[in-house]
């Protein structure tokens, strides 16, 4: 099956910016959808932002304007651009990967974005 290694999370200050990357492996097929999900503590998992593999991507409203994802699939990567991030950013990031005709959805272990205000 496929997994998923997470790398960029840490503490930065309001109007900073980070970058995560997500490097997958495995049983990679041509036709997915990568992106990335958060989740604070006591809430839903939400979706951040997600594309496929030809590059079609969505977006929360939250977060329109502000982050770009991307990928590279040579090297199965998915990446999240973060940029003028707040307080309200704050949750556990993770990276997710679909087959487009599957329902089931592969996990990150998360990684932990902290922005002070």
């Known amino acids: 099956q496929v997994q998923l290694v997470e790398s960029g999370g840490g503490l930065v200050q309001a109007g900073g910016s980070l970058r995560l990357s997500c490097a997958g492996s495995?049983?990679?097929?041509?036709?997915?959808?990568m992106g990335w999900y958060r989740q604070v503590p006591g809430m839903q998992r939400e979706m951040v932002a997600t594309?496929?593999?030809?590059?079609?991507?969505n977006y929360a409203d939250s977060v329109k304007g502000r982050f770009t994802i991307s990928r590279d699939n040579a090297k199965i990567t998915v990446y999240l651009q973060m940029n003028s991030l707040k307080p309200e950013d704050t949750a556990v990031y993770f990276c997710s990967f679909r087959r487009s005709w599957s329902d089931y959805t592969t996990w990150g272990q998360g990684t932990q974005v902290t922005v002070s205000s």
């Open positions: 495995g049983s990679i097929f041509s036709d997915n959808v």
């Open positions: 594309i496929t593999r030809s590059g079609s991507t």
